[in-house]
C-alpha cells in the first residue's frame, strides 16, 4: 500500500490535466459596414460585419435565414447580406451560435436617410496665405467624416460636430459626410 501513495501522487497532476472546462463565452457581433451602423441613401444596401468566438462559429443567421460565412477563420466569422427595405425604416435580427451552442442575438435597425448633412463656418481668419478655419456640422443621424482641402479631420463621430482646421490659399473647401454617405460641400472664403 505505500508503494501505491507515490504512484496515485505521480498520477494526480496528469488526470488533471483531462478535465473539461465549459465553453461559456457567447459569441460577440460585430457590424463593420455600413459606417452608420444601419443607415444608408439606399433603400437596398449590404450590411457587412463579424462574429468573434474562441472556440468558433457554427451558425449566422439574419431573420432566421442563414447566412454564409466566409472563407477563413471560424473563431473570427466574416459575413454580409444585402437589405431589402420596402419602408423608411426597418430592423434585422442577427443571431450566432457556438460549436458549444452559446447564443448571441443583435438587432440592427436599419433606415434610409437622403437628407445630406449641414455645414456652417463660424469663424474665417486669414492672416497672408495662412487660412484658419472654425465650425460646425450637424446630421439627423451621424456625421463621420470632415475633410477641409482634401485633408480628413480627426473628429469624433456624432449628431454635431465642432472642427477646426489650417490651410493655405484664398479659401478652404469643406466637406462634410454622414453616415449614410450624403455629402456636404461648403467653400470658406472672405
Known amino acids: 500500500?505505500?508503494?501505491?501513495?507515490?504512484?496515485?501522487?505521480?498520477?494526480?497532476p496528469l488526470l488533471g490535466?483531462?478535465?473539461?472546462?465549459?465553453?461559456?463565452f457567447k459569441p460577440h457581433i460585430v457590424v463593420t459596414s455600413?459606417?452608420?451602423g444601419g443607415v444608408s441613401r439606399a433603400r437596398s444596401f449590404t450590411v457587412q460585419g463579424y462574429v468573434l468566438d474562441d472556440q468558433g462559429?457554427?451558425?449566422?443567421?439574419?431573420?432566421?435565414e442563414p447566412v454564409p460565412i466566409k472563407p477563413g477563420s471560424r473563431k473570427i466569422a466574416n459575413f454580409a447580406f444585402q437589405?431589402?427595405?420596402?419602408?423608411?425604416r426597418g430592423e434585422y435580427t442577427i443571431e450566432a451560435r457556438d460549436r458549444a451552442g452559446n447564443e448571441s442575438r443583435l438587432v440592427l435597425p436599419v433606415a434610409v436617410d437622403g437628407t445630406p448633412p449641414t455645414a456652417k463656418v463660424t469663424?474665417?481668419?486669414?492672416?497672408?496665405?495662412?487660412?484658419?478655419?472654425?465650425?460646425?456640422?450637424?446630421?439627423?443621424?451621424?456625421?463621420t467624416q470632415v475633410?477641409?482641402?482634401g485633408n480628413r479631420l480627426n473628429i469624433t463621430p456624432g449628431a454635431r460636430v465642432d472642427f477646426y482646421a489650417e490651410t493655405t490659399g484664398v479659401y478652404a473647401d469643406i466637406q462634410v459626410i454622414d453616415g449614410a454617405g450624403n455629402v456636404t460641400k461648403l467653400r470658406a472664403q472672405r
Open 1 to 12: 500500500m505505500r508503494r501505491a501513495v507515490p504512484a496515485l501522487l505521480l498520477l494526480v
Open 17 to 24: 490535466g483531462c478535465a473539461r472546462t465549459a465553453d461559456t
Open 34 to 36: 455600413p459606417d452608420g
Open 57 to 64: 462559429v457554427k451558425q449566422i443567421t439574419v431573420n432566421g
Open 83 to 88: 437589405t431589402q427595405l420596402g419602408q423608411a
Open 123 to 143: 469663424r474665417f481668419e486669414r492672416e497672408r496665405n495662412v487660412i484658419r478655419v472654425t465650425g460646425v456640422a450637424t446630421d439627423n443621424n451621424r456625421v
Open 147 to 149: 475633410i477641409v482641402d
